[in-house]
Every structure is written in C-alpha cells, then in structure tokens.
C-alpha cells in the first residue's frame, strides 16, 4: 500500500539553504532577469523580465509556441536557461531544483494519475514521495479531498472519474505540500461550463485563503480575464505586455480615456459646455450618444457640468477594453 512505502531523500550539498534563503520575506514570488532559451538556433524565450506577486493570480497567454511552456520548465529547473537569471522564492532553479520542487505545485495540461487507485491512494502516494508522516499525511490529504469537494468519493477508482473529477483531483494532489507558487498548465480544457466554474472558483479561494500564488498558462481569454489580477502576452518567445487588464487597455488608447455620454441637449451649446471641462481633447456626436476623448477620466466632470445647466443625463460610460480584443491588438501589433 501507499502508505506503508518508506522514500529517504537526502539534501544535496549543493542545495543547502542559505539563512538569507530561510528568512525569505520577498513578495516577489518569481524573479526572471533578460532569461532567455535557445534550441539551437530557434530562440524559444528571448531576455524575459518577468515578476511575479505573493498571493497573485498571473495569466500567461500566447498561441503554441510562443515560449509559454518553456518559460515554466525553467522556472521548475527542467530545462536550464541559455543566459538571464531566474528565482523561485529566493531559490535557483538550476543549482536548486529539489527546494524549487518542495515550495511549487505543478498541475500539467493532462494531469497524471494512477487508474488501479483510489483518490485517496493516489494522494497518500504523493505525501510519501513528498515525506510526511503517515499522521500528517492522512491529516492533509482529507483536506485536500474535501477542499476540492471529493471527500465523498475517496475511495472510488480514479479510472470511474469523470474528466472535471480528476482535474479537481490533480489540484488536491497539488495541495498536499502547501506550495507557496501553483503552476496550472491549461486546467480548465475539455471542462464543462458548470466544471469550469468550480474550478475557476477553487482556484480564486486558494489565492485568497491559503495566500498562494499562481501562474496560468490558458488560452482560455475569458476565464483568464474572469480571475487573474495580472496578464503577460507572450508571442514569438517574447513578453510583449505585462499589466492589469485596466493598464494594457489603457496602453492600448494611448493613454486617452474615451466616454460615451447621451443627454437631452444638443447643438453647439452641449459641444461647448462639453468642451470646456479640463482634460477634454474632442468632442463628436454619433447620433444620440456624444463621444469624448480626454486624458483623465473626466466621468464625474461631465455628469456635473450636465446637471448644473438643468439637462437629464441618460448615459454616461467609459470605452472599455475585452481581453479578447487587448490580446489580438497585441498579438497582430
């Protein structure tokens, strides 16, 4: 049985912790300075600068190819960088990859199991290998089943799960060494809707109450633009945008706020007073709805100036930015 299977690992000396390394405190999570990978001639990762946040939920996107997959393989020290430096929590994932191991959860796109074993089994299997007491096992592994919502089905065949079962179950099966960064390969492909969701919803409740930090790599944009705080694009090996969704919006306008605003005014009396407010660069008209260009979110100017000459004000709302359309504009830039 799982259980009763005894694995010795011994420290290499090349991997003894510093005291700096001890007392890590960083909120940065992962470090990447000008990293970069070569196979060859095909540059796969070019002079990548990338941070990433405690407690953060990072979106990696970008079409195969585009250096995604090897960027994690150098982050969890299976691959070695061609030039450029990497940190995971203070670690080197080259000289360093077991401590790298011990603090990271890796959930691949199709997650490996045992079928002959029970959900149970398999993440008992896991604890061992990870070398937990058998008390401490047991302890963490019917919180992950439960905190994954598999607590009823413990001791069913991983082979009867269903597609979203085992997804869940790979998640449990990350949860068992209380990693600090979670790598999720592309986790929610082939779910349904409502599966999704739970998932998506899991991983938000991990972030927040275990205050994990987790990397997404999806082509999913709509889930990504659902639950992570941060994107970064990559195309061609390179990172070509790195910020909140609000920010590579506003990159994208140039730094130019656009409003759509709709009133019961109209004429040259509505453009002037339109016109005149502070941070104002144009005003058009586009049937009922006047739009106004303007360096500053100048919302609350333009309801003020409406009402105080006694107009209604109908609509008042800021262009906004989809992911979908943030990615493309990046992608074919």
């Known amino acids: 049985m799982a259980e009763t299977l005894t694995l010795n690992f011994k420290k290499p000396k090349s991997e003894t912790l510093t005291r700096a390394q001890k007392e890590i405190t960083t909120s940065d999570v992962v470090t990447t300075r000008n990293l970069v990978k070569r196979y060859g001639n095909f540059t796969a990762v070019d002079d990548l ?40 929590l203070g670690f080197d994932p080259v000289r360093q990859p077991i401590h790298v191991k011990r603090v990271v959860g890796y959930l691949p796109e199709h997650v490996a199991l045992y079928d002959d074993l029970s959900a149970r089994e398999n993440l008992m299997y896991t604890a061992d290998l990870n070398g ?11 919180a992950a089943l439960e905190r994954v919502g598999l ?12 597609h979203g079962m085992r997804q869940r179950l790979g998640i449990a099966d990350v949860l068992i060494k209380k990693p600090r960064l979670v790598i999720l390969d592309e986790p929610t492909l082939g779910l349904d809707p409502e599966a999704v969701n739970q998932l998506l919803d899991l991983i938000v409740a991990m972030t927040h109450e275990e205050r994990m930090t987790v990397l997404l790599s999806s082509h999913q944009l709509p889930q990504v633009q659902r639950i992570c705080s941060r994107v970064g694009i990559f195309v061609k090996g390179k990172l070509i945008a790195d910020g909140t969704i609000q920010q590579l919006a506003s990159q994208l306008a140039g730094g130019v706020h656009t409003l759509h605003i709709a009133f019961d005014a109209n004429g040259m009396d509505a453009a002037n ?13 586009e049937g009922d709805v006047w739009r106004v260009r303007a360096t500053s979110d100048v919302r609350p100017e333009l309801a003020r100036a409406i009402t105080q000459r006694g107009w209604s004000l109908y609509h008042l709302s800021e262009r906004d930015f989809g992911l979908e359309e943030i990615y493309l504009r990046y992608f074919q830039g």
């Open 49 to 88: 600068n990338l941070n990433l946040r405690e407690g953060e939920i990072f979106g990696l996107l970008g079409p195969n190819g585009a250096g995604k997959t090897t960027t994690i393989l150098m982050l969890m020290g299976l691959t070695e960088p061609t030039a450029g430096s990497v940190r995971v």
């Open 132 to 142: 937990l007491s058998l008390k401490e096992a047991k302890t963490r592994v019917g």
């Open 151 to 162: 607590a009823n089905v413990a001791e069913k065949k991983v082979r009867t799960f269903s």
């Open 273 to 285: 007073a339109l016109q005149q407010i502070p941070g104002v660069l144009s005003v058009e008209r």
